[in-house]
């Protein structure tokens, strides 16, 4: 019986028009419509407070514009990212690492399970002090908290999606010829547990640009140590400013990864 594949269209190309076309336009409208509303409020906000406590959206605008103009908002961004990368990239990929290792062997899920209970609730902030102690004020010391955060949500991401892995799933991939633990952990274990390593990484990008601050809380200049100067000399528009590059920054990581998780996830 012939079987008709006319159908079975390549998703993951297409024209700049089918790009657009499957924006939603009345989602679109809407979220438009949530900025315009937040603003607003914002502005009505302001006007009942001092410059000082809550500038109005069109100062912060005009403070933006003067931080970008200066350079000395790239010079915090570049900072920012010469830690934030190798943070995130080792963080991530270290817990990725050890959340298949450990859900994969209950030898190294007992060995690992009492020093894993007693790290985990540490927050990356308390490790300030062996951040310089290891490291010094510089970008490793800050990489290094960074780090410390993006691991633990990959870790218990990709160990829960390992252990949920079906042991049908690893029957038949043996039954087929699929021998040894390396083997497997390739073409089954990792394949089917992609989805929540990938909502892992996800959200650890997230999470490391909100480390950013912390990670600079010691003296490392970035966008952290820039609204950390700004708070102390009561300049709102600055941090308001710096805080919008964060959120800039994490938005444009987001939707690039988001992408790549669509290509990655096709098969479902």
Same mark, same amino acid.
């Given at each position: 019986?012939?079987?008709?594949?006319?159908?079975?269209?390549?998703?993951?190309?297409?024209?700049?028009?089918?790009?657009?076309?499957?924006?939603?336009?009345?989602?679109?409208?809407?979220?438009?419509?949530?900025? /315009?509303?937040?603003?607003?409020?914002?502005?009505?906000?302001?006007?009942?407070?001092?410059?000082?406590? /809550?500038?109005?959206?069109?100062?912060?605008?005009?403070?933006?514009? $003067?931080?970008?103009?200066?350079?000395?908002?790239?010079?915090?961004?570049?900072?920012?990212?010469?830690?934030?990368?190798?943070?995130?990239? &080792?963080?991530?990929?270290?817990?990725?690492? $050890?959340?298949?290792?450990?859900?994969?062997?209950?030898?190294?899920?007992?060995?690992?399970?009492?020093?894993? %209970?007693?790290?985990?609730?540490?927050?990356?902030?308390?490790?300030?002090? &062996?951040?310089? $102690?290891?490291?010094?004020?510089?970008?490793?010391?800050?990489?290094?908290?960074?780090?410390?955060?993006?691991?633990?949500?990959? &870790?218990?991401?990709?160990?829960?999606?390992?252990?949920?892995?079906?042991?049908?799933?690893?029957?038949?991939?043996?039954?087929?010829?699929?021998?040894?633990?390396?083997?497997?952990? %390739?073409?089954?274990?990792?394949?089917?547990?992609?989805?929540?390593?990938?909502?892992?990484?996800?959200?650890?990008?997230? %999470?490391?640009?909100?480390?950013?601050?912390?990670?600079?809380? &010691?003296?490392?200049?970035?966008?952290?140590?820039?609204?950390?100067?700004?708070?102390?000399?009561?300049?709102?528009?600055?941090?308001?400013?710096?805080?919008?590059?964060?959120?800039?920054?994490?938005?444009?990581?987001?939707?690039?990864?988001?992408? /790549?998780? %669509?290509?990655?996830?096709?098969?479902?």
């Amino acid at each position: 019986m012939a079987i008709d594949v006319t159908e079975d269209v390549d998703h993951t190309t297409g024209t700049p028009g089918d790009v657009l076309a499957d924006i939603d336009g009345r989602r679109a409208l809407r979220g438009l419509g949530g900025v /315009l509303v937040f603003l607003l409020v914002w502005t009505g906000a302001s006007l009942t407070q001092p410059s000082y406590v /809550l500038p109005t959206p069109f100062a912060v605008a005009e403070t933006s514009y $003067a931080q970008a103009a200066s350079g000395e908002l790239f010079v915090a961004l570049g900072n920012s990212v010469l830690h934030w990368v190798p943070g995130a990239v &080792f963080g991530t990929g270290l817990g990725i690492a $050890a959340g298949i290792a450990l859900a994969w062997s209950p030898y190294l899920d007992d060995v690992s399970s009492p020093v894993v %209970r007693v790290l985990r609730p540490v927050p990356p902030l308390a490790l300030v002090g &062996f951040a310089i $102690a290891w490291f010094g004020i510089n970008h490793a010391g800050a990489a290094f908290i960074i780090a410390v955060g993006a691991f633990w949500i990959n &870790f218990y991401a990709t160990y829960g999606g390992v252990e949920g892995v079906s042991e049908d799933l690893l029957d038949v991939a043996r039954s087929l010829g699929v021998q040894g633990d390396l083997d497997l952990i %390739r073409t089954v274990v990792v394949p089917a547990s992609l989805p929540e390593i990938t909502t892992g990484i996800r959200t650890g990008i997230g %999470r490391c640009w909100m480390l950013v601050v912390a990670s600079e809380i &010691f003296g490392v200049p970035g966008i952290g140590r820039r609204i950390l100067r700004a708070s102390n000399n009561l300049q709102v528009d600055v941090v308001i400013t710096y805080i919008l590059v964060l959120s800039l920054m994490f938005l444009l990581v987001d939707v690039a990864f988001r992408a /790549l998780q %669509r290509r990655a996830l096709a098969w479902r």
